[in-house]
């Protein structure tokens, strides 16, 4: 037979160029958890139908159901793409921002709204829109990102767009409660020290990364202490002070104690020098006592904590009805939409989507139930520090490292504020506050962590910096 | 206590019982990664692997495995031969001592190069940092786990 007569052979459908080669890898572990959170999610949106209507019924199905699809179409993406990445950290934040999408839901609607097309959206809808964002851009981010040389690279220009981004805030910020918080751009309104956190864990990491022999060296002694060479502790004094400067201008104490704590952190893994974090919680602690002195605002903050029942009423009114909320719920809490009792119409926590989630969730879920909430966010932790743990290089190793822990010091500090373990400090719950910002930046750090999880990506490039064959010697021919 | 009552009280505790599940399945699947990652054959402290090698011995590409301490050069009593006109017989170490890698030049005729600078003696290696012998280059890498 000639070539002529040949049949055509059957054309393989040919995909958009864009998806490129499709190879689904199926990822049961996820599937799995997904289906738990699902019937976990279903059963809690029935316990809040009883609590708020009376009737054994999901409360407001059409969100729960919208939420789910999306939580289901992640997964389908992620099989699709058929990356080697992790399958338990998408199942643990659906879980948490399922249950922050049943507390908005439960909340009084009115605290946050929206104007679209004629009709308004409530407290519940707008923060599922910011969920399904936050869904998709880490899932994207998961996807997408196969190379790290973008983070690596311009760690010194993302620095400089940090700073930037500060000084913007300190400039133009608007004034929320005391605190100058917000960064309002046209429309667009963000807290840009919830990007902050990202960019300060991305700069650290290729710092530190590239610097790491330098630091470990043992060079300069004063007296006992044995310190790195001392140019190499420059960008350390000037994180220190960032963190004062956030502090004294922009009044945000739990920003300046989640960068300094996460910087500490992410030192000691580096170096594993427990003398260099020593050293800087004693300028910490000696700073924020300064501060205490010198600035009415810490002031306020640290006598709040020490005793908020000297104005329970007044300055201490929040944090005094957060700890009554914690001991209404007792062990097993009094039920999904069943605490919170209203003063006024309204919930005795001002701020409590934002700031005291935690707080209405330790009266409706009880002890067990925070705790349950709190391992959650260990379980972020135990995934970022183990996707570090097997990354390729340094770099890698210590943005996997400050990315999870950036999260999980976040939740500890507000939930320790909560909690009275800490002085109060507005920083968000992640996953379960209100807030755009907060919940796309977390979506970020979740997807970054999905695809450093990969273990398929791009080798790392060579070092940076390297003059290797302007430094190098003629090479003579050994012996 | 009436029967409404009681199931809500049932729904109440399900929703924190499922909560509980979904931890516990989760922990699970994190067990079973960390004893995969325990049981992984020559958990090593790190590997070296073959940037750039125009002799081809070593070739390109190919991964060494490494104990706490490492020899290289052209001998072939080293743990690394390493076929390259330009290295010395005994030309370097690399030790692992306490908390990281070290590479030390053991007097070689070319020099020993870190991300392309001569070191004197003894050098501090981070994963990640190339180390060059005669023209053969070389890059530290964290051990592959599960």
Redesign the interface.
């Known amino acids: 037979m000639t070539g002529a007569s040949r049949p055509a052979a059957p054309r393989p459908v040919e995909l958009p160029r864009i998806l490129g080669d499709i190879h689904p890898r199926p990822r049961w572990?996820e599937t799995?958890?997904l289906l738990?959170?699902a019937?976990?999610l279903v059963?809690?949106s029935?316990?809040l139908g009883?609590?708020l209507t009376g009737r054994?019924a999901p409360y407001e199905p059409t969100l729960l159901v919208i939420y789910l699809v999306t939580l289901a179409g992640a997964h389908v993406a992620n099989v699709l793409a058929g990356r080697r990445s992790d399958?338990?950290l998408l199942?643990?934040v659906g879980?948490l921002g399922g249950i922050s999408l049943l507390l908005m839901q439960r909340l009084p609607q009115d605290l946050v709204t929206i104007d679209v097309a004629g009709s308004t959206l409530g407290l519940g809808a707008v923060q599922l829109i910011w969920l399904v964002l936050a869904i998709i851009v880490a899932t994207t981010l998961g996807i997408v990102v196969r190379s790290d040389s973008w983070l690596r690279q311009y760690k010194y220009t993302w620095a400089a767009a940090g700073i930037a981004l500060l000084l913007l805030t300190f400039v133009f910020g608007t004034d929320v409660a005391g605190q100058r918080l917000s960064l309002r751009i046209g429309p667009f309104a963000g807290q840009p020290s919830e990007l902050l956190k990202v960019i300060l864990v991305v700069f650290l990491a290729g710092y530190l990364?590239e610097n790491?022999?330098?630091l470990?060296?043992q060079d300069t002694r004063i007296g006992p202490i044995r310190l790195p060479p001392l140019p190499y502790l420059a960008p350390m004094v000037a994180m220190w002070a960032i963190a004062l400067l956030i502090v004294v201008v922009q009044r945000d104490l739990g920003a300046a104690l989640l960068f300094f704590a996460v910087f500490l952190a992410l030192v000691y893994a580096a170096?594993?020098r427990i003398s260099l974090v020593v050293i800087g919680a004693i300028l910490f602690f000696a700073g924020s006592a300064l501060m205490a002195n010198i600035f009415p605002h810490v002031r306020d903050r640290i006598d709040i904590w020490l005793d908020p029942f000297a104005d329970p009423l007044g300055s201490g009114y929040q944090v005094v009805q957060s700890l009554l909320a914690f001991a209404r719920g007792g062990l097993?809490?009094v039920?999904?939409g069943e605490g919170l009792p209203t003063v006024g119409g309204r919930p005795p926590i001002p701020e409590v989507h934002t700031d005291f989630p935690l707080a209405a969730l330790g009266e409706e879920?009880?002890l067990?139930?925070v705790i349950?909430?709190l391992?959650?966010f260990f379980?972020v932790i135990?995934?970022g520090l183990?996707i570090g743990?097997?990354?390729?290089?340094?770099?890698r190793?210590i943005l996997a490292t400050g990315l999870a822990l950036v999260v999980g010091v976040q939740a500890f500090i507000i939930a320790a504020g909560n909690l009275k373990v800490l002085p109060l400090t507005g920083v968000t719950l992640p996953f379960v506050s209100y807030g755009g910002s907060s919940l796309l930046v977390n979506a970020i750090v979740v997807g970054l962590l999905l695809a450093l999880s990969d273990?398929g990506v791009e080798?790392?490039p060579?070092?940076s910096?390297?003059?290797?064959?302007?430094?190098?010697?003629r090479?003579?021919?050994?012996? | 206590m009436d029967a409404p009552l009681l199931m809500v009280w049932v729904v109440r505790l399900l929703f924190l019982a499922l909560l509980y599940f979904f931890l516990a399945r989760v922990v699970r699947s994190l067990l079973t990664d960390l004893r995969a990652a325990a049981r992984q054959p020559g958990a090593s402290l790190g590997r070296l692997i073959v940037v750039d090698s125009p002799s081809g011995d070593p070739e390109a590409g190919r991964s060494f495995d490494l104990d706490a301490i490492t020899t290289l050069g052209r001998d072939v009593n080293n743990a690394i031969v390493v076929e390259d006109p330009f290295a010395s017989a005994e030309h370097a170490v690399l030790t692992y001592r306490g908390r990281g890698w070290y590479v030390e030049d053991l007097g070689s005729t070319n020099g020993t190069f870190v991300n392309g600078r001569a070191i004197a003696s003894v050098a501090p290696l981070g994963f990640g940092d190339e180390v060059s012998i005669g023209q053969v280059r070389l890059r530290l890498e964290r051990a592959r786990s599960a």
């Open positions: 572990t799995r958890l738990v959170v019937v976990a059963v809690g029935i316990s009883a609590g054994l399958e338990v199942p643990v879980l990364s790491r022999s330098l470990i060296e170096t594993g097993i809490g039920g999904l879920l009880g067990v139930g349950a909430i391992g959650l379980v135990e995934r183990r743990a097997a990354a390729a290089d340094d770099f190793a273990r080798p790392p060579p070092p910096g390297v003059r290797r064959w302007r430094d190098r010697l090479p003579r021919r050994a012996r």
